[in-house]
């Protein structure tokens, strides 16, 4: 997808690129599919002063120098020159942000966009030399396909819509009578909960 999108966009503005990311429904299919399921259809509307409004920046690595990605600014933000690691640079802008903002916001979410592990170690295995060597490789291999099959396990899970299973356990509960003692018994467990952590350690 990202390949098909990159080379249709190739040659469009920013702003053009941007517009045509918003109409990609392969795209848009692909993220709602991810979507949390709802019981109930609610109607979109604005932020308001107190609600969670999220946003997103990038900083990438660009011809020996470090670039700020933002959506809300006119163009990247450049940060200067790297060496070897060009971590080194946004290590100490991204703690920076965290600490001014670390008292009053915790939403704070950090994501890295990285290469295929598969891919860079199928390359190494078809470099490498000596028994012991392409058993380490062939290993770490058997061991990352392991953990894309549990990834593909859990979206399979997380794209599942359960509610129509929890709304027939929830009716069946209630036609036995042991819906409301439930509710009623989990709202103590939550209440004592709550007043222990309010508590804190003795």
């Known amino acids: ?49 107190d609600d969670d409004v999220y946003h997103f920046v990038a900083f990438v690595p660009f011809k020996d120098r470090v670039y700020e990605l933002d959506g809300l600014k006119p163009g990247p933000i450049d940060h200067g020159p790297f060496t070897d690691d060009w971590l080194t640079v946004v290590r100490p802008l991204l703690q920076s942000r965290v600490a ?12 890295a966009v990285v290469g295929d592990k598969l891919m860079a170690l ?13 058993a380490d490789i062939k290993n770490k291999m ?6 894309r099959a549990n990834y ?29 003692p439930l509710t009623e018994k989990a709202k103590e467990k939550l209440a004592s909960k709550s007043s222990t952590k309010k508590a804190g350690p003795s």
């Open 142 to 147: 058997r061991i990352e396909e392991e953990k």
């Open 152 to 180: 593909k396990i859990e979206n399979i899970r997380r794209k599942h819509n359960y509610i129509p299973l929890i709304m027939e356990m929830l009716k069946i509960l209630s036609e036995k009578g042991m819906l409301l």
């Open 1 to 49: 997808i990202n390949a098909e999108y990159g080379e249709f966009t190739s040659s469009f503005d920013p702003a053009l690129k941007g517009m045509s990311l918003t109409n990609a429904d392969r795209l848009r299919e692909v993220h709602n599919s991810f979507a949390r399921q709802n019981m109930f259809e609610f109607d979109s509307k604005s932020a308001e002063k």
């Open 122 to 134: 199928d390359r190494e295995l078809r470099a490498a030399e000596g028994d012991m060597l392409i």
């Open 100 to 111: 001014r903002h670390a008292a009053t916001e915790i939403t704070f979410n950090l994501m």
